[in-house]
């Protein structure tokens, strides 16, 4: 049975936000808001946070830990490196890259993500490529193999930031599929927390909803309180993207 480990990297120091990952979520940290969403995920066998070994992320390691977590810590920098030292320390043939500032992430889009790749002969599965959920929904499937082998070519600044930059640049080599959403783009829509407004606005949600909910239930609600919106315009989706020819990458994806 393959194991699926999903990595989610966290660290105190956001340029644009620093301590978001412990800010108070309807009495809890964010993160472990995040990480409780998270566990509701069918498909996924184990969870490590990656934090770094900066003594910045020294209260990050011990709140996560101490509620029952695995925590790996490595670079601060080179994030790839350090989901190298979370594959080693907790070996696994899949793993599921998940960013820290998504708790609105929804555990039914996390199990199709990792559904369609298991159903596939690729190496990298995403939402990401060509988006349609709302930015903060966002998941990343890759064979840990390819992730190693990326790792130990790739000398790229981008490349070692980013974690999968270099599998998905390169589709002449690496196997490639982007999950679409069934119905409506929602890609407009910001769920994401980058800034503190981000956070009342998710605060809100968590306000209204509780802290189970799914992203029906959020339609419904912003349907119903339009005054909550929050959009692209409130802010840009992550740029790691940017550059890329994203339409060529669409005719060859298989």
């Not at 993160?31 to 996924?44: C, D, E, G, N, V």
């Not at 599921?96 to 500032?101: L, M, P, Q, S």
């Amino acid at each position: 049975m393959m194991t699926v480990t999903a990595i989610v990297q966290a660290r105190m120091t956001s340029t644009r936000f620093p301590g978001k990952v412990l800010a108070d979520l309807a009495g809890r940290p964010m993160i472990l808001q995040q990480l409780a969403r998270l566990k509701a995920a069918t498909t996924i066998t184990n969870i490590v946070i990656a934090t770094s070994d900066d003594s910045s992320d020294d209260e990050l390691a011990a709140v996560v830990s101490d509620a029952g977590y695995l925590v790996v810590r490595g670079s601060l920098d080179d994030v790839l490196s350090r989901f190298v030292t979370a594959m080693d320390a907790h070996p696994c043939d899949i793993a599921v890259r998940i960013t820290a500032d998504c708790p609105m992430l929804m555990p039914e889009v996390v199990d199709e993500v990792v559904t369609r790749f298991l159903e596939t002969e690729t190496d990298y599965v995403s939402n990401t490529l060509e988006p349609t959920f709302p930015d903060g929904v966002d998941v990343e499937v890759v064979q840990a193999s390819v992730l190693r082998e990326i790792a130990s070519s790739s000398r790229d600044a981008a490349e070692r930031e980013h974690v999968t930059l270099g599998v998905y640049r390169r589709p002449d080599q690496y196997r490639v599929e982007n999950v679409v959403r069934d119905g409506e783009d929602l890609s407009g829509f910001r769920w994401t927390v980058d800034t503190p407004a981000d956070l009342e606005f998710v605060r809100r949600v968590y306000a209204r909803l509780g802290e189970r909910f799914s992203m029906d239930e959020v339609l419904a609600l912003l349907s119903a309180e339009p005054s909550l919106v929050r959009t692209q315009a409130d802010g840009r989706r992550n740029a790691a993207l940017d550059g890329l020819d994203t339409g060529a990458m669409k005719h060859r994806q298989r």
